[in-house]
């Protein structure tokens, strides 16, 4: 295997053969759980990946946990007791984090549409909704009316720029996403009559980004365009998101993103924040860099034929559960996420082999012809990088299968 050549089972440990997360090799944790397929997150690697982030982080710029990449209340709990804080997508979101000991003055809510039910649920508790339209801002008035509370409100920013090489635009041309940004210096006059507490800005221009030039550079565009705003702001911002978008490797050729270089870049960028934006705390928000890695997809082969002479593992998990590991969460291409032989780790004979599961579609592929040790009927296949946006982003109903477990370790 070439040199270049990324592997993301390197962090992880092998005894005997046999995967080890956490310490505990993959067969006890199996059985622990009682049934496949499961999802097994490591606490480990995600305490080591904030730790690297740590390095790279000046002080006082914080950083957030966005839930929606892994929203399992543990993994929550943890994620927020190793973080500055989290930022929710829905009123489920929130209720997990108020329940994780989230603390309202460091929860963000952002998100199109939300219903003035959840916008209720965010006002009670105290969080900032980072709005994403003039008409959820009146209706957010509204309900802070009925409530006698102050809203707590930031403007989420449609930037008039785009992060570039990444995996999913959020911001820049027509979105759903956010305030067009030439529309927010009227907004901004217009708040300063209304009975809130002005908190800032959020601007969010994508994910999945492996390139830190690209990273470094739609944070400068976002700084330099909120210190625009803020000039028309009802009062000087206490917070600025800037976003996030780190992303991780799946297939082959990608590589890790290189954080050295964000370094420098972010003490610049705090030192230009602290002269033009002062008393407004940066925030940067991440998902799929914190939990992504730390997380890996068990499933059981139960039956192997050949086809016209392709091998077929046809195993209890399928896009079901992991819908982006079968390449239809958002992939133009279909690509392999990187897989093994949880228990056949060194040992034996390879093959050329398709992963399938139980599903009646051709959809239902987690791996097209992977190399593979050569497995039976009981072996454990492992999909790597999949502690995000896996269980919670599948179609969990289709087929009517059960549920995946799912184990924080
Ligand atoms: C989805 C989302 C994120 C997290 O994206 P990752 O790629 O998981 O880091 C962060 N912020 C907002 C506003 C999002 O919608």
Redesign the pocket.
Known sequence: MASDHYDPGQHFETQEDCLVVGGRSLKDIAAEVGRTPFYCYSSDLMHKRVAELRKVLPEGLHLHY?M??NPMPAVVSLLNSLVDGL?V?SGGELSVALAAGGDPEHISF??PGKSNDELTAAVSAGVTVNVESEGELRRLMEVGGTLGAKPRVAIRVNPDFELKSSG?K?GGGPKQ?GIDAEQVPALLRRMASLDLEFRGF?V?CG??NLRSEAIIEAQTKTLELVERLAADAPSPPSTVNI?????IPYFPGEHPLDLAPLKPHLVQLMQTAQEKLPGATLIT?????LV?EAGIYVCRVIDRKVSRGQVFLITDGGLHHHLAASGNFGQILRKNYPAVVGNKMRQGPRESASVVGPLCTPLDLLGDRVELACAEEGDLIVLFQSG??GLTASPINFLSHPPPGEVLV
Do not use: I, N, T, V
């Open positions: 966005a929606k990449a930022d997508a952002a998100g999913m959020m996403f959020h969010f994910s999945q976003g996030g978008g780190f992303g928000e991440l998902g799929r860099f992504g995000a946006y």
